[in-house]
């Protein structure tokens, strides 16, 4: 089953309930939380997440692709599961089949879908959704009319379920993001009143939105990071969130260096003084980013260790001179909690130049998933 003999990612599902009852618990009783789970739940797993998360009451769940949903259904969850993004028209009757909810954001894939359900019988789920000043999909609506919107949701073999947006600086603009839902709700508004129907949900919320601004919430957020316990802004975000990921390696090598002798690919570190090196069988094939080369620090002991020189494909070296009594098989924690120290994913994306969310998505399937 799962191997700790080399590197491995441990998944608290326990933290991942706590981030869960912390987002309930801001929003009112008639909001729905909707849990993406995109990209296998951020690198968390998507089945053992989507598991937790209907034992745990969820309402829906987001992924990006057909695929993604397939393998939610494959694998027995049966929440209602909203793709983000482009399908194949040619899929509506698949998609229909498993109980899978697409957004619209155009007007011409609508029609293919609808034309592609004519004769089979079946209906396909759908959730509109609109751009209100993200720039990315969606129907325009900043002021004006969604008619494009309109004529999709007229179609007929299209029943629509939801209506949505997605936020561009909802963890730093209250103004622009406050812009965007005033927009969203005139556009949805106008809609209904077109449509004589109403939208049973209405979302825009991403995490942003969900710890920041209770009136964007409507009736469904939609926090993807913030499940997964980390803020979407770490300098001006801070709530009570629990990462759920702890990224842990073990020492497959140490070794002693004299002083001057050069250490991994490009020669890039040279040892300053007699120094124990280690070998950790961790590289950015596992996910551990190249450009932090020579620049992150680990947890070893409950200590912090220093990375030195290039990463490789499948390993790297910490200097590990300051470390009394270390063997092989010494656990190192690359992010995540050793003991009662911490060193947060966000540390190493400040010094790679992004974001959380890319580092944990970059955990690559070779490392085994261990469930806590
Ligand atoms: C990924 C995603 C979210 C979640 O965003 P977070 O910043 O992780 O909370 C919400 N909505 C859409 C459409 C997304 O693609």
């Given at each position: 089953?799962?191997?700790?003999d080399r590197t491995w990612a441990e998944i608290h599902l326990d933290r991942i309930a706590h981030n869960y009852s912390l987002?309930?618990?801001?929003?009112?009783?008639?909001?729905?939380?909707?849990?993406?789970?995109?990209?296998?739940?951020?690198?968390?797993?998507?089945?053992?997440?989507?598991?937790?998360?209907?034992?745990?009451?969820?309402?829906?769940?987001?992924?990006?692709?057909?695929?993604?949903?397939?393998?939610?259904?494959?694998?027995?969850?049966?929440?209602?599961?909203?793709?983000?993004?482009?399908?194949?028209?040619?899929?509506?009757?698949?998609?229909?089949?498993?109980?899978?909810?697409?957004?619209?954001?155009?007007?011409?894939?609508?029609?293919?879908?609808?034309?592609?359900?004519?004769?089979?019988?079946?209906?396909?789920?759908?959730?509109?959704?609109?751009?209100?000043?993200?720039?990315?999909?969606?129907?325009?609506?900043?002021?004006?009319?969604?008619?494009?919107?309109?004529?999709?949701?007229?179609?007929?073999?299209?029943?629509?379920?939801?209506?949505?947006?997605?936020?561009?600086?909802?963890?730093?603009?209250?103004?622009?993001?406050?812009?965007?839902?005033?927009?969203?709700?005139?556009?949805?508004?106008?809609?209904?009143?077109?449509?004589?129907?109403?939208?049973?949900?209405?979302?825009?919320?991403?995490?942003?939105?969900?710890?920041?601004?209770?009136?964007?919430?409507?009736?469904?957020?939609?926090?993807?990071?913030?499940?997964?316990?980390?803020?979407?802004?770490?300098?001006?975000i801070r709530a009570d969130l629990r990462p759920a990921m702890d990224l842990k390696t073990r020492i497959i090598q140490v070794?002693?260096?004299?002083?001057?002798?050069?250490?991994?690919?490009?020669?890039?570190?040279?040892?300053?003084?007699?120094?124990?090196?280690?070998?950790?069988?961790?590289?950015?094939?596992?996910?551990?980013?190249?450009?932090?080369?020579?620049?992150?620090?680990?947890?070893?002991?409950g200590q912090r260790v220093r990375q030195v020189g290039r990463i490789c494909m499948d390993a790297c070296m910490l200097d590990?001179?300051?470390?009394?009594?270390?063997?092989?098989?010494?656990?190192?924690?690359?992010?995540?909690?050793?003991?009662?120290?911490?060193?947060?994913?966000?540390?190493?994306?400040?010094?790679?130049?992004?974001?959380?969310?890319?580092?944990?998505?970059?955990?690559?399937?070779?490392?085994?998933?261990?469930?806590?």
């Amino acid at each position: 089953m799962y191997t700790t003999d080399r590197t491995w990612a441990e998944i608290h599902l326990d933290r991942i309930a706590h981030n869960y009852s912390l987002l309930r618990s801001l929003t009112p009783d008639n909001c729905h939380i909707l849990a993406p789970v995109k990209a296998d739940a951020y690198g968390h797993g998507a089945v053992p997440v989507s598991r937790l998360l209907a034992d745990l009451g969820c309402d829906y769940l987001a992924v990006t692709c057909l695929s993604e949903a397939l393998a939610l259904r494959d694998n027995g969850i049966s929440l209602p599961l909203l793709v983000f993004s482009y399908t194949n028209p040619g899929d509506a009757a698949l998609m229909a089949d498993r109980g899978i909810t697409q957004a619209v954001f155009s007007l011409e894939t609508a029609q293919a879908m609808s034309h592609a359900l004519a004769g089979t019988g079946r209906t396909l789920s759908v959730h509109i959704k609109l751009d209100t000043g993200m720039g990315r999909l969606g129907f325009a609506a900043r002021g004006q009319e969604p008619t494009d919107a309109l004529a999709a949701m007229h179609l007929p073999h299209l029943d629509v379920q939801g209506i949505f947006t997605h936020f561009s600086v909802a963890d730093e603009d209250d103004a622009y993001t406050l812009e965007q839902t005033a927009y969203f709700t005139r556009a949805a508004d106008w809609l209904e009143g077109q449509w004589g129907q109403t939208f049973p949900l209405r979302h825009a919320a991403n995490s942003g939105g969900a710890l920041r601004l209770p009136a964007t919430y409507l009736n469904m957020i939609r926090p993807g990071i913030a499940l997964y316990g980390l803020s979407p802004n770490p300098p001006l975000i801070r709530a009570d969130l629990r990462p759920a990921m702890d990224l842990k390696t073990r020492i497959i090598q140490v070794r002693q260096f004299g002083k001057g002798e050069s250490i991994s690919y490009g020669r890039t570190y040279e040892t300053v003084a007699d120094q124990m090196i280690a070998v950790i069988p961790a590289g950015y094939a596992d996910g551990l980013h190249r450009t932090l080369s020579g620049k992150m620090e680990m947890l070893l002991h409950g200590q912090r260790v220093r990375q030195v020189g290039r990463i490789c494909m499948d390993a790297c070296m910490l200097d590990v001179s300051a470390i009394e009594k270390l063997s092989v098989g010494d656990p190192v924690t690359i992010f995540g909690q050793d003991g009662g120290k911490t060193l947060s994913v966000d540390e190493h994306a400040a010094l790679a130049g992004t974001i959380s969310y890319e580092l944990l998505c970059a955990v690559s399937p070779r490392v085994p998933r261990l469930y806590l």
